[in-house]
């Protein structure tokens, strides 16, 4: 036998002309999809399987990472390669495999880096401003506040709000915005800095849907006028000044 007659035996030859008709058949559709995606397949038995695997790639988990769910998606390419297919439908299982575990890495490092929404409102006890400036305030538990303590809120509303700070007896304290004790910021942030001057509770309280209540409400009369137009009202437990 002469060496250009001799025929190439060492396995796929990436020739599509050694394929029955049907293998034939299936890698023209699958060709044809690349630009169609209306392509009719060769049959319902193979359209049947790659709608099968793709359905899988489809529905990545939400939530937490979890890398149990691909074993079902890795064993079914393990199956489908021990069949002796052809290496194009060996390389279109094998591609879509290392596309789920790239997609898994991807959505893993998606939900590590992305930030978290910060809490709608946040309170803090300074003790007494007596420190320099430009030196962090000590801080307080909420069950050590002492007269002259800072009661320290920020409030970052979803939607129109109004925050303010109440004695028991009713009286307003601090209200943000436009009070003496508040600064905004260009992130839509409310901040209150108020001194605890009286032995009694005290309590934070943010409205969003209601603005500009008058300043000589009580307590009270404010939470009832918000529940009057339907406005979403937060509370802060009641802090203990002794």
Known sequence: MSMDNRQDTDGDSGDLTDFDESEQAESAWLIARETDATAQAPSFETEREYTELEDMLATLPSGAPDQSWHDDVLRVAAARSSQQLPWWRRRAVKWPTAGVLAAVAAAAAFLVLRPRTPPELQVAIHRNSSSEPGVEPMRAG???????????????????????????DGMLVARCPRGPRCRTTGDRELIIDAELESPVQYFVVLVIGMRDAPLTWTMDKYLEAARATNARITIFQPIDVH
């Open 142 to 168: 909420l069950s050590e506040v002492v007269r002259g303590d800072h009661v320290y809120v920020t409030a970052i509303p979803r939607g129109s709000g109004d925050l303010r700070v109440y004695r028991a």
